[in-house]
């Protein structure tokens, strides 16, 4: 292996309570170099179509970026991949925090987790010494609790410990999983996948320096210093550090554009309750990062009396504000945090839990359901109880908590009648806090996504709008074009194009969403020149966008296998239904233009328009036609 990378691949096979280690050649990494490509790759190579996502036969990956550890803003995040309980699609999820560049530090690319344990286990990987160790004294606990226990079980304060919550030893389908107690690979249920195989969590402590492994340092230990100067300098970085996402509240209120009530409404009269500065006057007891990162975006909330909160499960982000205040109809900012909490602890998913519990919310309103079904909660939009009750039934799978953790899909085919109408989804995966009639990208996105509903899937609309912005212009290397937030068609699908392919990559680099233009505050070519300072390579921008583009593919190809296609790209009956008041009042999403866009999108990208499936032509241009053979096999 060359530079920035050391090829090392563990594989963990619980079945048989074995691991051992193997080495990736340099030529498979350069196409698939860390993140969603290496994740995208392992699992089309291994995963046998159709096993189920909880069988002891399915494939967990859990893969570096290209760019994790690298001592730069924003290069912190990791992914786990493996076939989502939530979708049965394709299942991904990237997170922050420390355990990313730990493993890397460790000496390793990627674990690639087989079989189910026979009892609970954690995994302890102290650099090339890795072991399973019992975790039956750790399985029902909290993961503070766990957190704790194991580091001092180790003995070294600083080991990084991904884990499990009660949720996903409870096989909640949305279960997540958490490193640092606050960081979370949240959507599409890779934490019921895991405590499906018994394992409550991977430790790891590594001691090697990234540095020391780049092709060339200077540059890479420049532009960290550069990017930590540039941040309050920068408006949306800025923005960022002084608010977090909680900002958002405010903005999508004021343009009509806030979730409200299960996605009836835009418009939340609460909002201003459960805004930036009520959270910064009544909940904010600190700050917290990600590895290397000067940003500094994420929140800590603490309450004290009847929703006391703990602070070490940190605070509730834009997501989760508007997903248990406004979508749910609760302007209560104390149990919000109180709700963000109690999902931290057992650790699911708080945006898929927050839709699901508004969902239901909807359906006891229209009297789909009732006290007899709920076991007496009112679950009625508004009630505070009601919703922080749900949240722990659900944890725990019990009562009503057990039908809401299969998710709304499910929960709506179980109640019947007109309940699939209310479930507000895609492909299964319940919908972030962004409404598309307000930035149509968002709802292609959602539509074509290989996860279902992920609103860091392509850049925002909003963000393109404007010509003079700092965001335009600083997407104008990656070619795309000016356009109105809400404009569907051939323009606006090739926007969409080049920025999915951009923000995969991303996904491959190991970098938030938060840090590279268009979003923020590093330049398109200093994402390049970071990528040759560290590996030494000779890309340039073109590369980078058809790596991204073949992450893309790899995940694609594996819902081909699973039976998806274009009929199920596809968004809510709701959002072609307009919005009934605010500034948006009367605002729809046309669907006839909507279709037109996606299939304009479809030959864009290469794909079938009818299917939806990758063309064998195009997947020879991104260099895997081997994924052809396997979709004709």
Known sequence: MGYGATGRILRVDLTRMHCHTEQLDEDVYRLYPGGKALAGYFMLREFVPGTDALSPDSVLVVANGLLTGAPVSTASRFTVAARSPLTGAYGESEAGGYFGPELKAAGYEAIIVTGRAAAPVYLAIRDADVEIRDAGGLWGREPEEVQTAIRAELGDSYVRVLQIGPGGENLVRYAALTNELAHFNGRTGMG??????????????????????????????????????????????????????????????????????????????GADKINWPSYEKEILSGRRTCFSCSVRCKREARVAGRHAVNSAYGGPEYETLDGFGGNCGIDDLQAIAKANELCNRYVIDTISTSATIAFA????????????????????????????????????????????????????????????????????????????????????????????????????DTMLVNPESVSFKAAIPLGVESLPARELGDRKARNYAILENWTSFGKVTGMCFFGPAPRSFIAVDEIVQLVRAVTGWDADLDELLRIGERATNLARAFNVLHGFSRKDDVLPRRLFEPLPCGPMEGVAISKPDFERTMGTLYELKGWDPATARPTRDRLRGLEIEWVADLLEA
Request: glycine content about 14%; hydrophobic content about 40%; charged content about 25%.
């Open 192 to 269: 019921a996948v895991m405590g499906s195989k018994n394992l409550k969590a991977i430790a790891v402590r590594g001691k090697s320096r990234y540095i020391r492994g780049v092709s060339d340092p200077a540059p890479v230990a420049e532009l960290g210093k550069t990017l930590a100067r540039r941040v309050k300098d920068h408006p949306l970085a800025w923005d960022l550090q002084s608010k977090g996402t909680t900002g958002l509240v405010d903005v999508l209120n004021a343009a009509g554009m806030l979730p409200t009530r299960n996605f009836r409404e835009g418009v939340f009269e």
């Open 361 to 460: 919310m909807e359906c006891f309103e229209r009297g789909l359901i009732g006290p007899a079904d709920t076991g007496g909660i009112e679950l009625r939009f508004g009630n505070v109880d009601a919703m922080l009750r749900t949240i722990e039934l659900i944890g725990r799978r019990e009562g009503f908590g057990a039908l809401l953790a299969e998710g709304s899909r499910r929960a709506a085919e179980a109640i019947g009648g007109d309940a699939p109408h209310y479930a507000m989804h895609v492909k299964g995966e319940e919908l972030p806090m962004h409404d598309p009639r307000g930035k149509v990208s968002v709802g292609l996105g959602y539509a074509i996504g290989e996860t279902g509903a992920d609103h860091l899937y392509a850049t925002h």
